[in-house]
């Protein structure tokens, strides 16, 4: 590991030099008839008074000088400052001795390129003196000044102790060597401590992720009982929902009995019929921006059904275009849509434009689904031999088109499959055992293999559609509940016919003047008492 110390003077000429181990060991010369002395890459000449680094002689005053050499007098002891003025400045002289010292200190820090704050050769022992901290080795030394080898080392250890100073030179430090150790235990430490972190962050990030959805509470919104769902059977109807984030649209029958668009608040309430002029409606989507409905339907007097464009805020329907399909969905940022036409599976732009071939399936496909990042499609297939159902995906260009691979212990009817907003997971019908339910998949996009389903809910009869809200933290769901159901019966017509059609209703009673009827309506789990007129009309 290597340490590099800069000084702020030197900061923007350092240099890195490449060690060379050939050179880290030379042998130390002790002709004590020299007066040259050496530390790091400066040389120090006693006799002339003069301070070098590699070669190049740095301008050093006379009391800095003698500074420096009652410190390379005593490497690695303690000089005082008591001793340093008996040094400097006879007994006779008068001076501030602390100023003069510490400039006299600084002088000579600036000279070696280093900083009270960073030594490198003069440590300061606060209030008491100075220790020249770094090793000395040279060719000789006079008379009383000891000469410091470096300890024999492997080089493994050298890499390890050795750093660069200001000038780019090599020096080891006792310092260095001292307090390595403890810098060592510390970062260690401190690596542990960041490890662990990084552990439990990870560790809380993967439980969290391994969290499925489960359903906390559940409120009913609608109550007429006319909201239709797909089929479970083999028949071909796959009325969706959809929603805009305030309303959720669905095909619904109506009292007059011909299915019609219509929606119902996402706060609950009564459906309210949208007047379309279209027959036999079934909701197939809803555009990226609320704005328009898909709906498979066929316009008066017609046999045949047609993709058509509903504006949700009203307007008369058109076309989609000349293409033809019995199902269709538009991709996640509104300019395209998919659609199926038989077995075939095309792309178009939004209004049906530039249609293009991208797969042919073995079965019909219906209830198509972008997923959140427009990568793939999923759908439901109905087989055309056996009419089951299952789910499917393939690219958003076709390829790769193959089966879902779920885990089943017992293989129910799988349908209309929804990804969640953030496309995390998704959720589908599965239908078995006289009984069906919304099933939910954690999404992988990069380790698909065989999906273990979850169960997301367990109702009595059922559960026939579900898709998510536009924020992901609801689920909006058609389900199949029993109903009581009052008639009348017409004694002019000799009809049987319901009382309050699309209504609950039971215990009625009638007012002695047969101008009002008082009965109570059931709303899931609660029960509404009202009075009406017999038509139902007047209601409170």
Known sequence: ???????????????????????????????????????????????????????????????????????????????????????????????????????????????????????????????????????????????GIGIANAPEQSKSSFLR??????????????????????????????????????????????????????????????????????????????????????????????????????????AGGEQVSMTVPLERPQLRHISPDGSMLLAYASSPGESDSHLWLVPTAGGGPHRLGNIDGQDGAWSPDGREIIYANGQDLYVARSDGSDARKIATTPGKAFWLRWSPDATRIRFTLVDSKTASKTLWQCRADGTDLHRLSLSWDKQPQECCGEWTPE????????????????????????????????????????????????DGKRLFVVERRNMTETFKYDLRTRKLMPLLPGSSVCCVSTSPDGHWIAYDEVRGAETVLWRSKPDGSERS
């Open 1 to 143: 590991m290597f340490f590099e110390h800069v000084s702020d003077e030197h900061r923007r000429n350092r240099s890195l030099e490449v060690l060379n181990f050939t050179h880290l060991e030379d042998p130390v010369s002790n002709n004590s008839s020299s007066r040259i002395v050496r530390f790091s890459t400066f040389e120090v000449n006693l006799h002339t008074g003069e301070l070098r680094q590699r070669g190049q002689r740095i301008r050093l005053q006379e009391q800095p000088f003698q500074l420096l050499a009652a410190l390379l007098e005593r490497p690695g002891e303690l000089v005082t400052r008591e001793e340093l003025r008996a040094t400097l400045w006879p007994a006779d002289t008068f001076v501030d001795f602390d100023h003069s010292l510490n400039a006299a200190i600084k002088r000579l820090r600036d000279a070696l390129g280093e900083s009270a704050e960073r030594p490198i050769f003069v440590e300061t022992v606060a209030r008491r003196g100075y220790r020249f901290i770094a090793p000395v080795n040279g060719c000789s030394a006079p008379s």
């Open 161 to 266: 102790h050795w750093v660069t100073n200001a000038g780019g030179g090599i020096l080891e430090s006792p310092l260095f060597r001292e307090t390595l150790p403890q810098a060592r235990r510390l970062r260690l430490v401190y690596g542990v401590v960041l490890l662990l972190i990084l552990i439990t962050v990870a560790i809380g990030w993967w439980l969290l992720s391994r969290r499925v959805p489960r359903v906390t509470t559940s409120t009913q919104l609608s109550f007429s009982g006319l909201i239709q769902a797909p089929t479970t059977d083999t028949g071909e109807w796959y009325s969706t929902l959809a929603t805009d984030g305030t309303r959720i649209y669905s095909s619904a029958s109506t009292k007059e009995g011909p299915s019609r668009l219509g929606y119902v608040s996402t």
């Open 423 to 470: 496309g995390r997971y998704f959720f589908f019908r599965a239908a078995r055992d006289n009984s069906s339910d919304i099933w939910l998949i954690r999404d992988t996009k990069y380790l698909e293999g065989t999906y273990k389903p979850t169960r997301l809910t367990s109702g009595a009869l059922g559960a026939g559609a579900a898709i998510s809200s536009r």
